[in-house]
C-alpha cells in the first residue's frame, strides 16, 4: 500500500496527503462515534462474550444429575453410593429398581445410570462383579466425561477398598498423565484466546465490510474518487478507524481474561500486539475485499457472516480439532487467517514465545494480506476505469 | 378478503425480490448446504488423528506390545521415535505432536512383578479439552492391555468390571448431536437477518415509506415480511435435514411432522427476533449488527457448544428465555430419541410462548413509530 503511494507522480507532496488522511479519519471517527451499533459491537459485545465464557461456558461437566440403582441396600453398596455422593461431580438420586432410573432418564431428569445388581455382593468375593453404567447419548462429549467421571469413581472406591491388599487393582500399567500449559485443565484457558479471535474477525471484517458496501451502495465512494484523495488513502482513511477499536477490543479481552480469569500470558505483550495487528489487517483486507466485489450491504453482511465469522468458529481450530477433519475440509482452513491467529494466540497466551509456531503462522497470514490488499487495490481500481 | 389478497401479492413481492437477484438467490440458497456440509464434518469433538511420539527408555517386548496397541486403535499416529528427553519439549512446543508418551526403562520388569508400571503422558494443554479426550482414549487403551496382559500372565481380573452403555448414540458420535443442532444454529442466524436486513433495506432506501402510504395496514407488511422468511427459512431446514439424513447417515428415529412443527414455531418466533431487531435498527448497519448482538448470546446459550447443565444457576434460569435452546431440544429429542408430540411438548409451548411476545412486541414497535 506504501509502495502503492510512492510510485504514482509526485504531484502533490507527502505533507498534503498526510493532511487527507487525517481529515478522513476524522470524518470517519465521528461516523463510529455517533452511531452506536458499531462501538456495541467492538466493545460492548466482547465484555459481554468474556463474562459469559468466563463465568458461563463450560466443558467440564458438574453436577450431573445420576441415578444410582441399588436393587439391595447391604454395606458394599452403600461404600459405593458414598463414592458418587462424595465426588463433586454428581448429583445422586438413589432408587431401588432398574425400571424407576429408566423413567427418571426418559423425562430427561438424570443424564445417567449406574446400576449395582442385587447380587452385586455376592459376586463380588468371586471377582467378577458387574456395574452397570449408563449414560444418555445424545450429547456425546459430555456423555463421554461422564462414562470417565463414573469409572473414576469406581475406581476410587476399589482404591480404597483394596487400600489393605498390597495388589493395586488398577492394573499393572498406571498412566501418569501431564497437561503441559494448562495443568489444571481450565477451559477459560483457550476459551478466552478464541475469543479475542472472534472479536477481531467480528470488528475486522464483518463491520468494515458492512460499512464499505454502504459507501459502494449509496455511491459515495465514487464521489471520494473524483476528489484528489487517491486509493490509497481513502482505504487508510477508512480502516484505520476499526484497526483502533479492534486493538481496543483486544486489550479489552486480553486484559480481562488476564486479571479476572487468571488466563496466564506466557509470551510477551509487544509480540502479542504485533500479531494481532497483522491478523487485524488481514481481517480488515478480507471485509475490502468482500465489501468491493459485492457492493451491496445485504450480500457482503451475509458473505462476512459466512466466509469469515463462522469459520472462525467451526474451522479455526479454537475449539474443535482440526487433525480430525477430513482433508478436503482441511484444505478450506489453510486460506482461513483464523486457523493461523487461533494457533498463535493459544501458543503466546499459554506457551510462550515459540518461535518454531510464531514464524511460520505469521508469513502465512503476511503472504494472505499481501494477496488480499493486492487484489483489493486492483479491483478498486478496476471498477473505476 | 381483501386483506388476504393484498397480503399475498406483498408475500409474493418479497419472495421475487429475494429470488430474483441471483446475488441475493445464492446467499440465502447455497450457503445453508454448504455450511451444513463442511461445518458437520469440522464440529466434532471425536478425534481420529492424534499425532503423539514416543520416547521408550525400555524398548522392551512389553513396551512394544504397549505402543503397538496404541498404534492399532487407528486414533493415534506415532510421528517419532524420541531418543532423549530434551526432545520431548520441542515436539510439543512446536506442535508437531499434541501427546508424548514415555516409557520408564524398568516398564517390563515392574510388569512382570505384577505392576505397578508407570507411564507418563505429556499432553499439549492449548486446547484443553482435545488433550483430555486424547488422554481419555490413551486411558481406555490402557484398561484393554491391562485386561489381556493379566488374562495372558495368569493373574486374577480386577473384581469389578464397570460395563457402559450409551443410550440413543451407542457409538458416543458428537457428529450425531452436532449436526442436528446446526439445523437450529443455521436457520435462526439466517431467519435474523434476513428478516432484519430486508426491513431495513427498504427503510434505508426510503421504499418502506412508499410501503406505508400504500392501502396496507401496518399488520400486513409485517405479515408480508415475516411469511417469505419463514418460507425461506423451512427451505433451508430441510436442506440441511436431509443432509444430516442421506449424507450423513445420522439415524432419524422420530416423525417428520413433529419435527416441522416444532421447527415452524421456531422460525416463527426468530422471524419475530429479526423483526424486533429491524423496528429499532435505523439502517442496514445496524440491522446487521443489531442481530449480531441477537444471535451471539443465542449461540452461546444454546447448550450445543458447552452444555447447559455446566453453567451456572443464574445462567441456566437466563436460557429459558432462548427460542434456540428450545429448538435444539426439539431437533434432539424427535431426531435421536425418536420422541412423541407429548415427548417435545415441554419445549413446544415456550417457543409459542417467545413467538407471540416477539411479533406482537415488534407490531406494536412499528405502529409507535408510524404515530
Not at chain 1, 349 to 362: K, V, Y
Not at chain 2, 161 to 180: C, G, H, K
Request: positive net charge; charged residues 15%; aromatic residues 10%.
Amino acid at each position: 500500500m506504501e509502495s502503492q503511494l510512492t510510485n504514482k507522480p509526485a504531484h502533490d507532496s507527502q505533507k498534503m496527503s498526510a493532511r487527507r488522511i487525517r481529515a478522513l479519519l476524522r470524518k470517519e471517527m465521528l461516523q463510529v462515534i455517533r452511531d452506536p451499533s458499531s462501538i456495541a459491537i467492538a466493545l460492548i459485545l466482547p465484555i459481554f462474550l468474556i463474562l459469559l465464557f468466563g463465568y458461563g461456558l463450560s466443558l467440564d461437566p458438574k453436577d450431573v444429575p445420576l441415578a444410582l440403582v441399588l436393587e439391595k441396600p447391604t454395606p458394599v453398596s452403600a461404600e459405593v453410593a458414598g463414592a458418587f455422593r462424595l465426588s463433586s461431580y454428581f448429583r445422586v438420586t438413589t432408587v431401588t429398581s432398574m425400571q424407576r432410573a429408566v423413567d427418571l432418564m426418559q423425562e430427561g431428569r438424570v443424564d445417567g445410570i449406574v446400576r449395582l445388581a442385587e447380587d452385586f455382593d455376592r459376586r463380588l468375593s468371586f471377582g467378577d462383579a458387574p456395574i452397570q453404567v449408563i449414560v444418555l447419548g445424545v450429547d456425546a462429549n459430555r456423555a463421554r466425561i461422564i462414562q470417565s467421571y463414573a469409572q473414576g469413581a469406581i475406581g476410587q472406591w476399589l482404591g480404597q477398598r483394596n487400600a489393605d491388599r498390597s495388589e493395586v487393582s488398577a492394573g499393572p500399567v498406571v498412566i501418569q498423565s501431564r497437561m503441559w500449559f494448562n495443568e489444571a485443565f481450565d477451559s477459560r484457558y483457550f476459551l478466552v484466546p478464541g475469543l479475542i479471535v472472534l472479536i477481531m474477525t467480528l470488528t475486522g471484517a464483518l463491520l468494515t465490510a458492512m460499512v464499505m458496501a454502504r459507501e459502494w451502495e449509496r455511491g459515495t465512494l465514487e464521489a471520494l474518487f473524483v476528489t484528489p484523495v487517491r486509493t490509497g488513502e481513502i482505504l487508510i482513511g477508512k480502516t484505520l478507524p476499526y484497526f483502533l477499536l479492534g486493538m481496543a477490543g483486544l486489550l479489552l479481552t486480553a486484559s480481562t481474561g488476564r486479571f479476572l480469569f487468571h488466563v496466564p500470558l506466557r509470551g510477551s505483550l509487544l509480540i502479542l500486539t504485533a500479531v494481532s495487528a497483522l491478523y487485524l489487517f488481514v481481517a480488515l483486507g478480507f471485509g475490502l475485499l468482500i465489501s468491493t466485489i459485492t457492493r451491496s450491504q445485504f450480500v457482503a453482511g451475509q458473505v462476512a457472516l459466512i466466509a469469515t465469522f463462522l469459520p472462525a468458529v467451526f474451522l479455526s481450530g479454537f475449539i474443535f480439532d482440526l487433525a480430525s477433519v477430513p482433508k478436503a475440509v482441511r484444505l478450506i482452513s489453510y486460506v482461513l487467517p483464523a486457523r493461523y491467529y487461533v494457533s498463535l494466540l493459544q501458543t503466546i497466551f499459554l506457551a510462550g514465545n515459540i518461535w518454531s509456531i510464531i514464524i511460520p503462522n505469521c508469513a502465512a497470514m503476511l503472504v494472505m494480506f499481501m494477496i488480499v490488499f493486492g487484489v483489493t487495490l486492483r479491483k478498486t481500481k478496476k471498477r473505476l476505469l | 378478503m381483501d386483506s388476504l389478497r393484498r397480503i399475498v401479492a406483498l408475500i409474493w413481492k418479497e419472495l421475487l425480490a429475494i429470488l430474483k437477484d441471483p446475488r441475493s438467490r445464492f446467499v440465502v440458497l447455497v450457503p445453508p448446504l454448504l455450511q451444513g456440509l463442511i461445518f458437520g464434518y469440522a464440529a466434532t469433538y471425536d478425534l481420529n488423528s492424534v499425532r503423539y511420539a514416543v520416547y521408550d527408555q525400555d524398548k522392551s517386548s512389553a513396551s512394544r506390545q504397549f505402543l503397538a496397541m496404541i498404534d492399532g486403535s487407528g486414533t493415534f499416529l506415532r510421528i517419532a521415535n524420541l531418543r532423549d528427553q530434551k526432545d520431548i519439549a520441542s515436539i510439543i512446543d512446536g506442535k508437531d505432536a499434541i501427546l508424548v508418551i514415555q516409557i520408564g526403562a524398568d516398564f517390563e520388569r515392574r510388569l512382570l512383578a505384577g505392576g505397578p508400571a508407570d507411564v507418563q503422558v505429556i499432553a499439549d494443554g492449548r486446547n484443553s479439552n482435545t488433550a483430555g479426550t486424547a488422554l481419555n482414549y490413551i486411558g481406555t487403551i490402557t484398561e484393554t492391555f491391562n485386561a489381556q496382559w493379566k488374562g495372558s500372565n495368569g493373574q486374577p481380573p480386577p473384581s469389578v468390571q464397570p460395563a457402559s452403555r450409551a443410550w440413543y448414540n451407542p457409538n458416543l458420535e458428537t457428529r450425531w448431536f452436532m449436526i442436528p443442532g446446526l439445523i437450529g444454529m443455521l436457520t435462526l442466524v439466517q431467519m435474523i437477518v434476513i428478516t432484519a436486513m430486508s426491513v431495513a433495506r427498504e427503510r434505508e432506501q426510503g421504499t418502506f415509506d412508499q410501503l406505508l402510504v400504500t392501502p396496507f395496514r401496518p399488520i400486513e407488511i409485517m405479515i408480508g415480511k415475516s411469511v417469505p422468511s419463514v418460507l425461506i427459512g423451512l427451505v433451508q431446514m430441510t436442506m440441511v435435514l436431509a443432509l444430516a439424513i442421506f449424507w450423513f447417515k445420522i439415524p432419524f428415529q422420530g416423525a417428520l411432522s413433529n419435527l416441522y412443527l416444532g421447527v415452524l414455531l421456531f422460525l416463527v418466533a426468530a422471524v419475530g427476533i429479526g423483526l424486533m431487531v429491524s423496528s429499532v435498527a435505523a439502517t442496514m448497519q445496524q440491522a446487521l449488527l443489531g442481530s449480531f448482538l441477537t444471535i451471539m448470546p443465542f449461540a452461546m446459550l444454546s447448550g450445543l457448544n458447552t452444555p447447559i447443565s455446566n453453567m451456572p444457576k443464574e445462567i441456566q434460569y437466563l436460557t429459558l428465555l432462548n427460542p434456540l435452546r428450545y429448538a435444539i431440544t426439539i431437533v434432539h429429542k424427535v431426531f435421536l430419541e425418536g420422541a412423541s408430540l407429548r415427548g417435545i411438548f415441554p419445549e413446544l409451548w415456550p417457543i409459542a410462548l417467545i413467538a407471540v411476545f416477539t411479533l406482537s412486541f415488534a407490531v406494536w414497535m412499528f405502529q409507535r413509530r408510524l404515530t
